[in-house]
């Protein structure tokens, strides 16, 4: 008898179709691992087609999520044997793949996927992509509507729309002159999987800012641009944490977070915590955004800031983590550190340090630390 190696495609796609019915079929194509996935891609063309399908990369997330709450996937960059190359590497699976024409010392990306997807910009030739870590995929994305010459300051992030289903990747960014309100624009861009309209565009409320949040804005690129942090991606929102330093204010804001709606594509924002934002950070914990602050070398602690109510501005002290005595020197030393997921229903947290490490921290006494 003839291995199904041997057979043609013909006789693999019937073999493969004949054995359970369909709904059946599914039901074990949704409990099998990636690496699986990827292999049973090979089957026939109708596995490839279901397999590499939108529909059912949510519908596989989704049952992941439910049956084993994932611990964060981190992703960095690192230099590659190959000239003007760039290694694409995670905190679980090692090298993951190699981005050709790609500098690594200047390009940044979300550490954190969204939904599967991570976004990558190469400062150099102001190129963006689009990752798929569970896939390998890569895409580029088209130029954005006003070029890196033109630009002076920018940050980009990337959320989904629940309301449509679709990834929406944003670019706020200002022209050559900051003091010109009318230069500090918004686009986005939603990848469609066909092609068509596949462009960056103004934002649905306008591609201009109104010029109540151009302040804001300037100020959140700014402190983008200096701590080198990405937006965080939390209810339906890209966060952008300000920089209150910047000379562009006459008297010290009452707005410490600016957000951008994934829905109908407005600005709002929101005040902080009763402290000085110097040394904190945004981080997505648990589905809710948080704001981190690093008292390490003020007292060893760390404190953990979850918001309540983003239209009051209310937050909440969840976690007062003493490292000193509860972290080892991975979490102790390095200059930055910084806050980049949390699992097992927040019993755990993960970090990023300047090292290029992770780093992660057990709460089993944390009602002792708050």
């Known amino acids: 008898m003839a291995c199904a190696a041997n057979r043609s495609p013909r006789q693999r796609e019937d073999m493969a179709n004949a054995v359970l019915p369909d709904e059946m079929l599914m039901e074990v194509l949704l409990r099998l691992p990636v690496k699986s996935i990827l292999r049973f891609r090979a ?8 397999l590499s399908s939108e529909e059912f990369c949510g519908l596989h997330m989704a049952n992941k999520a439910e049956r084993e709450p994932p611990e ?10 190959i000239s003007a190359s760039t290694g694409l590497r995670s905190s679980n699976d090692g090298l993951l793949l190699t981005l050709k024409g790609v500098r690594g ?8 996927p969204c939904r ?7 400062a150099l030739s102001g190129r ?35 309301t449509t289903g679709r990834y929406k990747v944003v670019r706020l960014f200002s022209g050559q002159r900051l003091d010109d309100k009318d230069g500090i624009k918004r686009e986005v861009y939603s990848p469609s999987g066909s092609g068509a309209d596949d462009r960056w565009r103004p934002a649905a409320a306008g ?19 200096r701590c080198k942090l990405t937006p965080v991606f939390a209810d339906g929102f890209l966060h952008w944490l300000i920089d209150p330093a910047v000379s562009c204010f006459a008297t010290r804001p009452e707005a410490a977070v600016l957000s951008f709606s994934l829905a109908d594509e407005t600005f709002s924002w929101f005040g902080s915590p009763p402290f000085d934002l110097e040394g904190a950070h945004l981080a997505e914990l648990d589905g809710s955004l948080c704001m981190v602050r690093d008292l390490r070398r003020d007292c060893g602690l760390l404190e953990i800031w979850r918001v309540k109510d983003y239209y009051a501005g209310d937050w909440s002290l969840e976690h007062r983590i003493d490292l000193a005595r509860h972290a080892g020197k991975d979490l102790v030393d390095p200059q930055n550190i910084r806050v980049v997921g949390s699992c097992r229903a927040g019993k755990r947290l993960i970090f990023a340090t300047s090292r ?7 709460l089993r006494s944390l009602d002792a630390w708050a």
């Open 116 to 122: 599967g997807l991570t976004l990558l910009h190469d």
């Open 128 to 162: 963006y992509y689009l990752l798929n870590a569970a896939t390998r995929a890569v895409a580029q994305l088209p130029p954005p509507c006003q070029s890196a010459e033109n630009t002076l300051l920018s940050t980009t992030g990337l959320g989904f729309d629940a």
């Open 43 to 50: 089957v026939c063309r109708s596995w490839a087609a279901l």
């Open 72 to 81: 964060p996937l981190l992703l960095y960059l690192s230099s590659t044997q």
């Open 356 to 362: 290029c490490k992770t780093a992660t921290l057990y």
């Open 207 to 225: 591609g201009a800012l109104p010029s109540a949040f151009c302040e804001l804005a300037v100020a959140a690129m700014f402190r983008a641009l």
């Open 105 to 112: 010392d200047f390009a940044g990306m979300t550490p954190v």
